[in-house]
């Protein structure tokens, strides 16, 4: 079965910092392009980022392009996201998602998420 | 502003053959796959059509999707009262960035 763990969020202050991650089990880790998806409160879904199996490959939306970085270790079954130059609006629950089975494509497996709060 | 445009609720009653359009663009919808999802108040978000149109396993057949162009369509037949939940559309989209849609509130009259 596909688990998906995300960990890391809390409370930040405007203009911090913070690590995200994501432990995935039940499937072969470094096979699967992963994603990183948030969601304000109240709102809709936003892609954030993407990475490739071996990491050749990222992509993020210009809304964070520049402050947040998308990671991984294979070794360690892992997917990370670290947020830098926090703002208000990045306050959302993040999920942390596999592609469904084909890369470059929408995700399909979703983990629960994880809350960050951007406030001062 | 989302990238994909849904409206923003859907209401029907039970028994009911109810469907929430997607429209979108040539770069997204037009050139890729369509995924669905419904989110139940205070869960992830779980796939329920990948590829236009197919239905992972598990996911009752009272559920299919269709494309036609730069729109996609997400219907769902014999309405339940558990359908209640949000519906979102999806595109992988040329610019290297995958795009939703906005949401769809699903109300079981």
């Known amino acids: 079965e596909v688990q998906l763990v995300e960990s890391g969020g809390g409370l930040v202050k405007p203009g911090g910092s913070l690590r995200l991650s994501c432990a995935a089990s039940g499937f072969t880790f470094s096979s699967y392009s992963m994603n990183w998806v948030r969601q304000a409160p109240g709102k809709g879904l936003e892609w954030v980022s993407s990475i490739s199996s071996s990491s050749s490959y990222i992509y993020y939306a210009d809304s964070v392009k520049g402050r947040f970085t998308i990671s991984r270790d294979n070794a360690k079954n892992s997917l990370y996201l670290q947020m830098n130059s926090l703002r208000a609006e990045d306050t959302a629950v993040y999920y942390c998602?596999?592609?469904?089975?084909?890369?470059?494509?929408?995700?399909?497996?979703w983990g629960q998420g994880t809350l960050v709060t951007v406030s001062s | 502003q989302s990238v994909l445009t849904q409206p923003p609720s859907a209401s029907g009653t039970p028994g009911q053959r109810v469907t929430i359009s997607c429209s979108g663009s040539s770069s997204n919808i037009g050139s890729n796959y369509v995924y669905w999802y419904q989110q139940l108040p205070g869960t992830a978000p779980k796939l329920l059509i990948y590829r236009n149109n197919q239905r992972p396993s598990g996911v009752p057949d009272r559920f299919s999707g269709s494309k036609s162009g730069t729109s996609a369509s997400l219907a769902i037949s014999g309405l339940r009262s558990e359908d209640e939940a949000d519906y979102y559309c999806?595109?992988?989209?040329?610019?290297?960035?995958?795009?939703f849609g906005g949401g769809t509130q699903l109300t079981v009259l």
């Open positions: 999806a595109a992988w989209d040329d610019s290297l960035s995958a795009v």
């Open positions: 998602a596999r592609d469904w089975i084909y890369n470059g494509e929408p995700p399909g497996y």
